[in-house]
DNA sequence: ACGGTATGTGTAATCTTTGT
DNA sequence: ACAAAGATTACACATACCGT
């Protein structure tokens, strides 16, 4: 910046002034300026910048699981519109380890991220709400609970919206009795199995396994297998999630079982592979890019005082549920 | 509309004091 | 004399503020 200022024969702080855009600038400062920086090449020093403005211009984001497709469409969500707004991200993955989750909120936080959107593991554990709790920067929370005594906003969906179509449509198929494959002790999970247990005690006669265990492939494939090593085996088989999904798909292939014939099948998130499938897999859909988004402009409205002071703390988005062949009528 | 200058940042290197 | 602890400064840079 010195070196700019002496070639274009200013001082350095008309120099600040022209790359920041100050309004004391005149139209030939400007371009003398702009002269010496083009020729030098210089590009300011977002480090030092950031020593200046004590700002980093940067947002951290902690992924519980970045193999999860639906988190990389959330991740392209919240990065464009943070792109947009002059925001890096950093980008952390706790591989469903929600010890890494703690060191990732500290790591963000000694790297001076301006603040955080958090896809945690798990956001009950004790340790993870004490870190949260004594993190300084605003924070946003992906399709999770907010922790009591933690000021976050968050950008969730409504999975219960769109469970609950689910299981009243395979109850109007005939199906009674469902298994439900689902995740560990988050939101998603604990909402996706909340709706059909709430949907299916309205039916006397309708019953349901459930198979808690994570959101992971392996766990899908594992619940297959022991719903399907079962004497009355079930009509209607949930995945509360796509990984889940995808995982169950195998195993029910590798069993040689045809989809909307004896069983019929309900899985989550519009993937390639739930279309593409054959049969075509009926899902739970969501907008992932658009929930990104909205936890991006729920983080900048704390980041940019004033662009949007009366941002609600929580934005809620629609999941529906989407009719396939894999979902048929109960065998009788 | 401009120039000059003090300021701030966190750590590591260097210098100074203290203790044994 | 030497180690350890403590204090200061260098570093690299951009910007806020004040004065003209």
Redesign the pocket.
């Known amino acids: ?2 070196e700019v200022a002496e070639r274009a ?8 002034r022209v ?2 855009d ?5 139209p ?2 400007r371009r003398k300026v702009m002269e010496a920086v083009h020729e030098l090449n210089y590009q ?2 977002i480090l ?2 950031a ?4 700002k980093t211009l940067s947002v951290g984001f902690a992924v519980s699981d970045i193999a999860n497709p639906v988190l990389a469409e959330i991740i392209t969500g919240a990065e464009k519109r943070l792109r947009a707004a002059g925001y890096s991200l950093l980008l952390t993955n706790s591989e469903g380890n929600a010890e890494l989750d703690i060191e990732h909120i500290s790591l963000l936080e000694r790297r001076r991220v301006d603040g955080v959107i958090l896809s945690l593991v798990d956001e009950h554990h004790p340790d993870v709400v004490a870190a949260l709790r004594q993190l300084a920067c605003p924070i946003v929370l992906v399709d999770r609970d907010i922790p009591d005594g933690v000021t976050t906003r968050g950008a969730s969906f409504d999975h219960a919206l769109g469970m609950r179509a689910a299981t009243e449509h395979l109850l109007e198929l005939g199906h009674r009795r469902f298994a439900l494959i689902t995740g560990g002790p988050e939101r998603p999970a604990r909402e996706r199995r909340q709706a059909v247990e709430e949907t299916l005690a309205n039916v006397p006669d309708a019953e349901h396994t459930a198979y808690p265990g994570g959101f992971s492939v392996d766990h899908g494939r594992r619940a297959v297998l022991e719903i399907l090593a079962q004497d009355s085996r079930p009509t209607a088989i949930i995945a509360g999630g796509n990984m889940l999904m995808e995982g169950a798909l195998m195993s029910l292939r590798e069993a040689g079982v045809r989809l909307g014939g004896d069983l019929s099948f309900v899985g989550c998130d519009d993937l390639a592979v739930a279309e593409l499938h054959d049969p075509p897999i009926a899902v739970v859909r969501r907008d992932s890019f658009a929930v990104g988004d909205a936890a991006a402009e729920l983080l900048l409205a704390d980041l940019e005082p004033g662009s949007n002071a009366d941002a609600p703390r929580e934005i809620v988005l629609p999941t529906e549920f989407v009719a396939r062949p894999s979902c048929a009528p109960a065998p009788r």
Do not use: K
């Open positions: 910046m010195r024969g200013v001082a350095m702080s008309s120099v600040s790359l920041s100050h309004p004391d600038v005149s030939r400062m300011p020093d030092a910048q020593l200046r403005i004590g």
